[in-house]
């Protein structure tokens, strides 16, 4: 099967993205074909799949697969490459459109032109905090902010918060010494969290500027996660570090997010997305 696909990445967070206006894939080959594409010595390489598909509730819609083929709800960057795509392919009439997403309908906006979108913003929508919503386990559905968490003799404090999908976030003194190679292979698959967990630690420069890593569910350490970086303003704020209203700057290890938390409790991202590659995938569904 020969698949025309598009790469692209907002700060380094790479997807292979296919365009099902044009065509369609079937249900039960998904997750394979995420893995496949997503492997960099036999496919082409990226941290997942994005499919663009037509939504009867908005102007487009996404679904994202990680790299290990389980599928997420929700994907920060992805959508920002998704708003640059479908303007720049004539997909939507104007520069503000709703997109689809597992987690809801999100709005972005894209600045630029037709040719080249320059800058993407996106109502992300309300963070979740409920406890059970977001889904994590305990005895009450209270916010977890600053709760005691204790991973492989690791004595941690855990803020939860979901943007349609789940992040734990532990504030360290040195981002380069966070432990996030020796604790997010085991914090993302911690059975206190039913669904599984991106994992995410983040030093506080000052109220508005702050450092961020990640170790994503189902893809491991990636360059940024755009649902991440509002996880941590929303996080940050939460302890007291920040305040409502307020745009921070988000550090990723490939570049930076503008995350605002607004007093409405709606979140804002603004960044970038590049396109890299633009191609056809030769794939035998069978291996
Ligand atoms: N990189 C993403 C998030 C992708 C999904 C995530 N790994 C999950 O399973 O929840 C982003 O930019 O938000």
């Known amino acids: 099967m020969r698949i025309p696909f598009t790469k692209m990445h907002g700060l380094g967070n790479s997807y ?3 365009n099902l206006f044009d065509f369609n894939i079937e249900e039960e080959y998904l997750s394979q074909l995420a893995i496949d594409v997503a492997n960099k010595d036999t496919g082409i390489g990226s941290d997942g799949l994005i499919l663009i598909h037509p939504s009867n509730q908005a102007d487009a819609g996404m679904r994202i697969f990680n790299k290990d083929g389980s599928e997420g709800k929700n994907c920060g960057n992805g959508i920002r490459c998704v708003a640059k795509y479908v303007y720049e392919n004539n997909i939507v009439e104007h520069n503000t ?3 689809e997403t597992k987690a809801g309908i999100v709005t972005a906006q894209v600045g630029g032109d ?3 979108v320059d800058e993407v913003t996106v109502d992300m929508g309300k963070p979740i905090l409920n406890r059970h919503l977001i889904p994590m386990e305990g005895d009450d559905a209270v916010q977890v902010v600053s709760e005691p968490f204790l991973v492989s003799h690791h004595p941690l404090d855990l ?3 979901s943007m349609g999908n789940p992040h734990a976030i532990f504030f360290v003194e040195d981002i380069e010494n966070a432990p996030l190679m020796e604790l997010g292979p085991s914090i993302t ?3 206190r969290f039913p669904e ?3 994992v995410e630690f983040v030093e506080i ?3 508005k500027e702050i450092n ?11 360059q940024a996660c755009g649902t991440g970086a509002c996880a941590a303003v929303v996080a940050s704020i939460l302890n007291g570090y920040s305040t409502e209203g307020q745009e921070v700057c988000v550090h990723l290890s490939g570049g930076d997010l503008f995350i605002k938390w607004a007093e409405d409790g709606r979140v804002w991202m603004r960044g970038n997305a590049e396109t890299t590659v633009v191609g056809e995938y030769i794939w035998s569904s069978n291996g």
């Open 114 to 116: 037709r040719n080249q």
């Open 97 to 99: 459109f709703s997109i």
């Open 16 to 18: 292979i993205f296919l």
């Open 189 to 191: 698959v911690d059975t």
């Open 205 to 207: 420069i000052s109220d």
């Open 212 to 222: 961020f890593r990640v170790w994503e569910r189902g893809s491991g350490i990636t």
């Open 196 to 198: 599984g967990v991106n």
């Open 159 to 161: 803020t939860a918060v």
